[in-house]
């Protein structure tokens, strides 16, 4: 079972960046493929990006690609997601998974295995 920690959320200006970090402990992390959603309020949790256990692939939502890029470092247990040229819309909050299940990258029920979360706020 493999434990996992979002960090590196804040609050930053519209065209600003972040980088999340997703740290994992546990057995297995660089066996698994792994995503990132996002939920704003009074919205569902949708798909961001996705990346193959041995970082070879990876999948990004049309409202990120070119701004996002989602990468691993299987030797540090770590996912992270670098934010470029953030959009008021981009405020979430912003949740790593394990993709345990199988199904398409972007399906939010091939993950089984959830961080708790960290807030992005992307004022404007």
């Known amino acids: 079972q493999v434990q996992l920690v979002e960090s590196g959320g804040g609050l930053v200006q519209a065209g600003g960046s972040l980088r999340l970090s997703c740290a994992a402990s546990g057995r297995g992390f660089s066996s698994y493929d792994m995503g990132w959603f996002r939920q704003a309020p009074g919205k569902e949790r949708e798909f961001v990006a996705a990346?193959?256990?041995?970082?070879?692939?990876?999948y990004y939502a049309d409202s990120v690609k070119g701004r996002f890029t989602i990468s691993r470092d299987n030797a540090k247990n770590t996912m992270y997601l670098q934010m470029s040229s953030l959009k008021p819309e981009d405020t979430a909050v912003y949740y790593c998974?394990?993709?345990?299940?199988?199904?398409?990258?972007?399906?939010?029920?091939?993950?089984?295995?959830w961080g708790q979360g960290t807030q992005v706020t992307v004022s404007s």
């Open positions: 990346i193959t256990w041995n970082g070879g692939g990876a």
């Open positions: 998974a394990v993709q345990g299940r199988s199904g398409r990258y972007n399906n939010l029920r091939a993950y089984n295995n």
